[in-house]
C-alpha cells in the first residue's frame, strides 16, 4: 500500500501525498515549535516543509523512512529560519500549498481532549524544559513523536550505540527531576 501510495505522489497526485504524509504532521509541527520557541513561526514552518517534501516527492526513494525524511526538511527549514529571521515570515501561506494539491487534515483535538492533555502534560512538559536542549529533542522525537532507535540515529546523524546512551542520560536526569 505505501509503494503504491509513493508512486501515486511521486506522479503528482496530491491525495497520495497528503495520505503518505499527514499522519506525520504532528512530528513536523512538534520538531519546529521545539526548534523556534514561537507556535505561529512552527506553523510557518511545518507549512514550508510539507511545501518542500511536495515539490521534493519525486525523488524520494524509501517508503519506511516518510517520518525521518520529514523531520530533516523540517529540521533544515527550522534552522533556516533561525538563520535568516526576517526571512521567516516568507514562507508560502496555507493558500499557497492549496494551489500547490496539498489540503491538510484536520487533526486538532476536541477542545476537552486539548484540556485534560495539557492538564495532565503541564507538569511534565516544566520538567522537561530544565533539561539540555539535546536531551528535550532526543526525548521528543522518542516518545513524543515515535521515533525508533534506528530512526533517530538517521534523523540525528549520530551512531545507533551513541543515540540509546544518549537517551538513557536524558531518561535518567529526567527521573532525578521528576
Known sequence: MSELLLQKAQNGDADAFIE???PYEGLVYRHCLQMLKNPADAQDAAQETMLRAYRAIRGYRSVGNVPTWLYRIAHNVCLDALKSPKNRRHTLSLEA????????VDRQPTPENRYI???EQARLNAVIARLPQEQQTLLSLRYGDGLSYEELSKALGLALGTVKSKLNRAKEKLRALL
Request: proline share 7%; net charge negative.
Open 20 to 22: 503518505l504524509c499527514a
Open 97 to 104: 500549498l492549496r494551489e500547490e494539491g496539498y489540503e491538510p
Open 117 to 119: 492533555d495539557e492538564s
